[in-house]
Structures are given as structure tokens and as C-alpha cells.
């Protein structure tokens, strides 16, 4: 019988104090392949013993991974999963398309994604969902961060430059970096050099990066034009760095169903994926993780 806690995921995610916290579910605590030593032995061909890393350790460093991120707590149950597809709404159908596909090849080093459409489209939500498979299934690390409070923390830190760097270097370091609402912010000249430092380091060392704006990139002026809020030099970056995908159609929010907003980990959608292959339908069965049930909705 599947754990009931975990579905035999190994690992529970829900909403602590600020944050989606992963942690290790009592049926991993209990490891019957090491009895939680984090280690089996085995022979190698002359017969001599070695030890090995169980894989109950693997968990170990997703959790970490997944605790790193700092998703906000809002998110702790966002996954492609939970993700309503209405099929009337293409370009939303499509952005949940191209964000499995970019996540099931993920490769180091590939450019990221930058979703924008208007607010309450479902960016964030697949956003979140993204990450949440990059570090669950392919044990990557990675960190959200929401644009106005990298902002914040860096005005609280203004005329520290170390302590400034302290909050820079993380995120120009980091193998992948999710910014939420770019563009967000007053603009400022302080501001703007703050983000060119960001995403020129990032660029020139080729991480991969994603973005949600509520600005539209392929707008070249008027106030939702993201040009207007990051000028022209990130927007040319973020043209190289980023493959450009529009989330926009009916607000996602007020289309939830009360019976997604209780929505369990195991739950999927019974809509299709657009041009799901078959390996992409099973990696969808295969990507829930034990979620909490609170409902948490934005
Ligand atoms: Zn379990
Ligand atoms: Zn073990």
C-alpha cells in the first residue's frame, strides 16, 4: 500500500511561517534499505566491500534543494499538476506546454523562460511549478525571488556594499534563478543598475534564468511595454537569455474551482496536455509530491 503521507514520494512540501517547506516523510525516516544510516553496502567484482550513498540520501539533498529555493508559502501546492488547463484559453494551454517541455529537457547551462501576460494568468503558478520539478525530480538547486523584495532588501542594505553583495552574489551564483514580476518596482536609476548587475553576471557566465512580468515584451513603448521598466540594454539580454512565452487569457484566478483549491498532491488534471507524448503524460502521473491540502490561493 503507498504511504499515506507521501504517495511513496519520499518527501512532504507545505507552507511553514514564510515559506513551502519540504521535509522528509516518516516513510523515508524508517529507510528499510539502510535502516537510516544513509548507506548500503554491497561487493565489487574481487569481493571486497564498499559502501554506497542509499537512496534515501538523494532525498536528503532534493529536500535541501527544495528548502533553498524560498518558495513563498502562497505556492506550496503549485505544480503542472495542479494547474487547471482550460482548453478554450490556447495561449495558456500552450505556456503549461512549453514550460513541461522545458523542464523535461532541462540541461545545464539552457536558456531560460520568461512568462508574461496580464496578472492573475497563471505565471507564477507555473513559475513555481517549474522549479518544483527541476529540484524534486532533477535535483538542481535553485532560488525564487520576487523582484520588489530583492529591491527591498537591497534598499535596506544601501551604503553596505558587502552586505549588498551578500544579497547579489547568491543569486548571480545560483545554477538556476527564478525572478517573479519583473519590472515591477518604481524604476529608479538605483533599481535598474541593480537588476544590469544581476542579469549581465548571469548572462555572462550563461545561467539559466526565469522570468514572469505582467509587461509585454514585444512592445517597443506605453506603460506595458516592458521596455518601459527595464530599458533596453536587459531587454536585449533578455532576448538572448530567454525563450519569450505569452501567458494570457481569462484571469486564472477566478477561474479556479473550489474543488482545485482543496486540490490533493495526487490529484491531476483530466485535461490533456497539448502535444503531450506519451513519455510526457507518464512524467505528468509521476509528478506529484505530497502537497498539503491547505487551500492557498493568489
Ligand atoms: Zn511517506
Ligand atoms: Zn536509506
Redesign the pocket.
Known amino acids: 500500500m503507498p504511504c499515506p503521507l507521501c504517495g511513496d514520494k519520499g518527501l512532504t512540501i507545505r507552507a511553514e511561517g514564510p515559506f513551502a517547506i519540504a521535509r522528509a516523510c516518516e516513510c523515508v525516516a524508517r529507510?528499510q534499505?539502510?535502516n537510516?544510516?544513509?548507506y548500503?553496502y554491497e561487493r565489487d567484482e574481487r569481493g571486497y566491500r564498499f559502501a554506497k550513498p542509499?537512496?534515501?540520501?538523494r532525498d536528503t539533498k532534493r529536500i535541501t534543494f527544495f528548502n533553498g529555493a524560498q518558495i513563498p508559502a502562497l505556492y506550496a501546492d503549485r505544480t503542472f499538476e495542479s494547474f487547471e488547463i482550460d482548453t478554450s484559453q490556447k495561449k495558456i494551454q500552450s505556456a503549461w506546454g512549453h514550460t513541461n517541455h522545458f523542464c523535461l529537457n532541462f540541461d545545464k547551462n539552457q536558456q531560460g523562460l520568461l512568462l508574461y501576460g496580464n496578472s492573475g494568468t497563471g505565471k507564477t503558478h507555473l513559475m513555481v511549478a517549474a522549479i518544483r520539478r527541476l529540484v524534486l525530480e532533477r535535483a538542481r538547486p535553485i532560488r525564487f525571488v520576487e523582484f520588489v523584495h530583492l529591491l527591498s532588501d537591497m534598499k535596506a542594505s544601501f551604503g553596505d556594499r558587502s552586505r549588498g553583495q551578500d544579497l547579489i552574489t547568491p543569486l548571480v551564483e545560483v545554477p538556476v534563478l527564478a525572478i517573479d514580476e519583473l519590472g515591477k518596482g518604481r524604476g529608479t536609476d538605483w533599481e535598474m543598475s541593480v537588476l544590469d548587475e544581476l542579469i549581465s553576471k548571469r548572462y555572462n557566465t550563461e545561467r539559466t534564468t526565469l522570468f514572469t512580468t505582467n509587461y509585454d515584451p514585444t512592445k517597443t513603448e506605453g506603460q506595458d511595454a516592458l521596455v518601459t521598466h527595464v530599458g533596453q540594454r536587459i531587454l536585449s539580454r533578455l532576448k538572448e537569455m530567454c525563450r519569450w512565452v505569452e501567458v494570457n487569457g481569462a484571469d486564472y484566478r477566478e477561474k479556479l474551482s473550489p474543488s482545485i483549491q482543496i486540490r490533493s498532491g495526487n490529484a491531476i488534471s483530466t485535461k490533456p496536455a497539448p502535444q503531450a507524448s506519451p513519455a510526457e503524460r507518464l512524467d505528468r502521473r509521476d509528478g506529484a509530491h505530497g502537497v498539503s491540502n491547505k487551500p492557498l490561493h493568489r
Not at 542509499?54 to 540520501?57: E, S
Open positions: 529507510c534499505h539502510c537510516g544510516d544513509g548500503v542509499c537512496v534515501c540520501l
